[in-house]
Each structure stands twice: as structure tokens, then as C-alpha cells.
């Protein structure tokens, strides 16, 4: 595959002083570059008379009330109309040929250079794809793993987990990602290089990106990949949770049965025991029962309780109430707690749910994960309570209660299961 192409315009962000580019004339704005967009077939979420493809945008995005785009051949809905209200920030240039700056990471602790490479990533994959990188996401490990050395296999490292951008190349074989789609999309694939999200170009699959339907920014998309598919893989894997008979929303997968179906060859070792018997069919949560997210002013933490809400749960969410409260009430929290005092916090959440908390999300570390343990049902007889800890887990494990990690990177190991969340 060649590295740079010709054959059609590319765009690039609208230059500026830090990334040192010679004067070019500036582009129109996204929207406007699209041409006449011609509505196909491949629509995400729930769009008119079309059928949703499985669980795609209309139900990925956060939630947008349905909005969609179909063939998003530049920034598109589904009938073709491209909205009219985009801001300056989408001003792009169009170039003769791409254009490949990175930020590269030398050695921990040290500053990100910027630099110029004269190659992009190349497609190595029949479903590997390439999107133009029209704007990132910041999540707390870019800057952890800096810092403290981990998650760079080598040196000098390309960090980033979310972005979003316009496809430039698309899988030959049929796929609902077409070229020209607006998509957003996390990178669990750490260890591949090309699929990290700081460079203008970046390589990923047709199975780990959705598209962005309208009404919703670039720069909005951009954040919600790892955010979304931790969520929904924490809910719908470790814990169960069927999102196939959604309450107000297009239906979503049945994802332990989905991974449970998976040939344990093809599943990495580190996450064969979560997937294959990380909670008993039994101890599914069912429609009426609680669930308490501690950390729920995370981005991760606002989908799930999203998601649990229209699986029909009933959520309890810790948090910064003085920063967040509002957030959460407007998300549809049945009850919320202040996180500053621990020991009141567990008081309250086993008042409100009568004894009966089964299953608990914390986002914040092994401490609060430890409160929100002291919170749950433990008992030696009867359904076991589930923990799961997103940054770090309690060192003893409460009666009756089964300890989870979260198994993200299912999500590009099993195209079937990234398709599904996609």
C-alpha cells in the first residue's frame, strides 16, 4: 500500500503556528465538503422504515434520541441533508496529498515532541481501515503511562486511545463504513502503534468505530469511545446485563451470550476467565434491581448509568454532587450520594436498596472500590454480589462477592463482539 494517495482530496485540521505548516488556502467548512451526498442502505441506529444495524449509533452516541446518519459521505444525516450549523472548529484544508504529524513520546517522564513523518500508517487487515483524525480525546492513562512508563511497548511511542475523523480508506469488502464516513472510535489495540490516536492518521478496524450521526460534534465523539465501550462491556460482559429488549431505545446485543459463544482458542488468556465464567447465567441482574456506580461524574461512568437505565435497573450513583448532581439527576439516577464521607455513603446505599445491592461499578480506585464492596449483599447462601473496579480492585474479597476486571480488549480481539458494540 502506497503512503501517501493521490487519486482524491484529503483534508487536514486548518493548520496553525505550533504545527509549523507553510501558508496553504484555507478550506470550506466539513460540511460543505462533502459534494452531493447520496443516501445508502447502511443506516446505524434507527432511521425512518430502516432496520438498525444491531447495536450502532442511534444507540452508541450517548444516547441522541435516534438521531443517525446513513452514508455520511462527509458530515451527513440519512437523508442526505447536511446540517447547517457547524462551527469554525470544523474548518479544514483540502491538500494535494496527506500530510502525517505525530506526537511522539521518547522515554517516560518527558515532554511529547511534535514531529513530521513522510509515510502514514499502512492497512495490513481485510477490515482495517484509515481515518483522518479531525480531533482526540484525553483519558487519564495518556498521561499514567507517560509519566509512570507503562502501556509503551517501545520507544518513541505514539500514545492516544480516542479520536474521531473522516475514513480516507475503506475495507474493499462490504462493510457499513464507507469512505467519507464521520466516525468515532477508541483504540484498545495499545500495543499496535498504528491504531494510536495522536498522529493525524490512524489505522483501526470497520468493527471498532461508529459513525457520528448529526447533531452530534466531531468534538463530542471523540470523547466517548473508551468511555462507551468500558461501559458497555462492564454492564453487558462481566456483570450480564441483556441489552437485547431496551426500554426507549433500538435494541442492543445480548453480549454474554454473544462472547460466551467465542472459540476459547481465539480469546487471550488474561481475559478467558472473565468472559467464559465471570458471572453465572443465574445471577444476571433482571429489570428492578440495583446497581451503584461509585465515580458516577466519569464519563464511564454517566453511560453506564445511561445504559443500566434502559436494561431497566435502578441506580445509585456516588459522586461529586456539588459538581456533577445536576448532571446525574438529568441522566435519570434514582438516588444519589455524596462520595466525600465513606462511611455514610455505605449506610445510605444499603438503606435505599433494602440490603439487596448486588452489583457495583467503581471508577475511581481500589479505596472507593473497597466502600462500595462494604455496601454490597455478602452472604454465604443465596445470588453472589458483583464488584467491578476500573482502576483497581479491594486486596480482600467480601463474602459472596465475585471480583471482576474489566475484559476491554474483547473488543478488537472478537470482530463479532466489536461489531456488536459498534
Known sequence: MPSTYSSAPFLSLKPNSDCGRGQTQPGKSFSSL????????HVNGVN????????SNGYSNGYTNGH??????????????????????DEFLRLDAPQQDLLLLHGPRQKYKLEKSSSIPELQGEREI??????????????????????????????????????????????????????????????????????EYVVTTDYNVARIPQGVSVKEGAALGVAFVAAITALGISFGLDLSNLRNAPRGPDLLQITRQLDPRNVPEDIKNEIFSGIPVHERPQP????????????????????????????????????????????????????????RAIDILKAITSGNLRFGIDCNGADSAAALQSALTQSDTGLKSHLLGLTGLPKSVGRGVTHHKLPIKIFHEAPHVGEAIS
Open 68 to 89: 443517525t446518519n446513513g452514508h455520511a459521505n462527509g458530515y451527513t444525516n440519512g437523508n442526505g441533508a447536511t446540517p447547517s450549523n457547524e462551527s469554525s472548529d
Open 130 to 199: 484509515l481515518v483522518q483524525v479531525l480531533a482526540i480525546g484525553l483519558n487519564p492513562v495518556d498521561w499514567k503511562g507517560a509519566d509512570y512508563g507503562f502501556s509503551q511497548p517501545s520507544y518513541p511511542w505514539v500514545n492516544g486511545r480516542d479520536f474521531a475523523g473522516i475514513v480516507v480508506r475503506a475495507p474493499r469488502t462490504g462493510s457499513r463504513v464507507q469512505q467519507g464516513d464521520v466516525v468515532f472510535g477508541p483504540s484498545t489495540d495499545y500495543r499496535d502503534v498504528r491504531k494510536a490516536a495522536y498522529q
Open 288 to 343: 428492578g434491581e440495583w446497581l451503584a456506580i461509585w465515580g458516577a461524574n466519569s464519563m464511564t461512568g454517566q453511560i453506564a448509568l445511561q445504559i443500566a437505565k434502559h436494561a431497566g435497573l435502578k441506580v445509585a450513583c456516588v459522586a461529586d454532587l456539588a459538581r456533577g448532581g445536576q448532571r446525574l439527576s438529568a441522566l435519570g439516577a434514582d438516588f444519589m450520594v455524596d462520595k466525600y464521607d465513606n462511611e
Open 34 to 41: 462533502s459534494g452531493a451526498a447520496t443516501p445508502n442502505s
Open 48 to 55: 425512518g422504515n430502516h432496520s438498525s444495524n444491531g447495536y
